[in-house]
């Protein structure tokens, strides 16, 4: 794959073509293709979980309304790979390796530029993530090559720690509404997702929730592919 944010929108561009409905993916859907690209999951693996869920719901004639009733598919086609995969000799460079391909510098270094002002704007106190971010910055700005995966896991890292001190600070019964406004949306994720993964997908749609209401635009390296938060 020779540009990191091709995982995002082949997966979202392959459930669209499958649907033949031409429907924005929502947000909760990128948590959870965030959360496939985080596990290791090959792109070609999901398409091949998505595939398999549109020939069960065509026999069932029904179809597909998001990406977490694929996730069943997606799941078991990746534990099919890792035994396939036993024994394998790993290539250098995969097709899912995205290291220093498809990351402009220059991009990056306004990116975090944005999110420094944005933070610095609020009244709270963000001094871990404003100190992370400008040493992130000053190591970007003297690297020649820049390995995309890496930064983008910082700045999901820096993007946690910043909604964290918005969580910290917002008032008891709006983040006990917040919560429910969460917990009410991802219903439909809840009987296609483990126990373990729903948890991890409901906080950081959570955390996602507060950058929203803050107005503190999307951490990682995506939120430039898409001019904004998807």
Known sequence: MDNYFNYFTEVEEHF???RQKHLLVPPLDWCLIELWKNSGIPIHVVIRGIDRSFETARSRKTSPRSLSYCHPAVTQAFEEHQRAMVGAEEEESGPDDFQGRGVDSARV???LDRLTAALRERPEEFDTPLGLLSSLRQEISVREQLD?????????????????VLRDGMDRKRLRSLRSEVRKEMKIYK??????????M???????KLREAAKIPEFGLLALQLGGTP
């Open 202 to 208: 409901e906080e950081n749609y959570l955390h996602r």
């Open 191 to 200: 009987r296609h997702l483990s126990r373990e993964l729903f948890q991890r």
């Open 109 to 111: 270094l306004e990116h």
């Open 16 to 18: 669209i073509r499958r």
């Open 148 to 164: 995309g995966q890496q930064i983008d896991q910082d700045l999901n890292h820096v993007g946690f720690l910043a909604a964290e």
